[in-house]
């Protein structure tokens, strides 16, 4: 299978930009992808996008030039970026086109997120239940998982912590001042285990790529990293999903962790080759339970690992260096696509105070996304 490479990145800051919509942020972002490979937009010949409340993709068109080009919208809750990435990739190596655009932007009300049920193929009685509100779903999950596996309360405030430190060296993160662990551990309940400052917050920005095939890669001016693996997984019945209406008796793999062995399959890799890793933080409990779905440590061992420092930026398993979701929010088109611009970042030697030590060689990011979708990517220093 021919390697696909990525040759442009682009970020519009995430957080609040009143006055600017959705589509100008993502429109914002592909025109810096498109600078940093230097490649005009009439040059793109496929393009995937989404995002959730902020509009159509495809109607970027209009802000970049209506060239003709087949641009397809994607929605995949929170997994839309790398849904799109890997459609994307899927059109290079079939020969669809030689340059391809992948872009996610978003720009959510404040306040919760306010999925309905019929929009997710559920009855109004699982919204009366509560769980719509997800912060009761992930909840719900953290509690079980924390039993389980004898992991105490404060590896959540471990992981929250971790994520506003590497925001603050962050400066395109929306929350750039670190907070202490008393100001987490004490912070307010939203639904226990969970407090303020282990979930993120909706919020806006774009994010976008620009690829190619990697033979192709020396015609432009992009540094390429290559695309080892891109994985998108949905789940089986047993697994324990947001908005799942049951609990099987007997629990299926999640699909991240199908779809995290078929990319180190793909990739011909393990988890200890990873230098520098992403993972999904909706709120610190999800990113507890994928590390190990991710098989990047064993069910039990996080506290552990937290504790001795092991996934800070100068640990053997540095995670969301750029403070992830619950540093920059999660505009839920952009989010899958901005970890990939930090992996990039990364693997290009180009993050700045947050950069891995050590020249890293490969990166992996995961999202996950409602009712139960995975997407990883795997990526190499090109």
Request: charge should be neutral; charged fraction near 20%.
């Amino acid at each position: 299978m021919d390697d696909v490479a990525i040759i442009g990145i682009g970020l519009h800051p995430f957080g609040r930009t009143d006055g600017l919509s959705g589509q100008a942020q993502g429109a914002y972002a592909v025109r810096e992808a498109l600078a940093d490979a230097g490649v005009p937009w009439e040059a793109v010949g496929v393009a995937y996008g989404g995002s959730q409340d902020a509009g159509n993709a495809d109607a970027l068109a209009n802000l970049l030039g209506l060239t003709g080009i087949p641009f397809v919208n994607v929605a995949n809750g929170c997994a839309t970026g790398g849904s799109a990435l890997a459609s994307v990739i899927a059109a290079i190596r079939s020969g669809m086109a030689e340059i391809g655009v992948a872009v996610g932007f978003d720009k959510h009300p404040r306040g919760a997120f306010n999925p309905r049920p019929a929009d997710w193929g559920l009855e109004d009685w699982y919204g009366q239940t509560g769980l719509m509100l997800t912060t009761q779903f992930f909840a719900l999950k953290t509690r079980r998982y924390l039993h389980e596996h004898g992991i105490s309360e404060d590896a959540l405030v471990r992981v929250a912590q971790r994520a506003y430190r590497n925001g603050a060296r962050n400066p395109q993160a929306w929350r750039r001042r670190e907070l202490s662990f008393d100001e987490i551990a004490q912070s307010m309940p939203v639904n226990l285990p969970l407090r303020k400052y282990m979930f993120c917050n909706p919020a806006e920005g774009g994010a976008a790529l620009v690829l190619c095939s990697a033979r192709a890669a020396r015609r432009y001016a992009g540094k390429a990293v290559l695309v080892k693996a891109a994985v998108v997984r949905t789940r089986h019945h047993g697994s324990f999903e947001v908005f799942s209406p049951s609990l099987a008796a007997h629990q299926a793999p999640a699909p991240t962790v199908t779809a995290s062995h078929a990319a180190f399959e793909q990739a011909g890799v393990g988890p200890g080759d990873i230098d520098v890793i992403q993972l999904q933080d909706t709120d610190s409990g999800s990113e507890l339970i994928h590390m190990a779905e991710n098989g990047f440590c064993a069910h039990g061992e996080q506290e552990r690992l937290l504790r001795e420092g092991a996934t800070e930026i100068g640990g053997r398993l540095p995670i969301n260096t750029d403070g992830g979701c619950l540093a920059n929010g999660e505009p839920v088109g952009a989010s899958g696509l901005r970890q990939v611009v930090e992996i990039c970042r990364q693997l290009r030697q180009e993050a700045g105070a947050r950069q891995v030590p050590g020249r890293p060689r490969l990166g992996y990011t995961h999202v996950y996304g409602a009712p139960g979708v995975s997407a990883v990517t795997i990526l190499q220093a090109g």
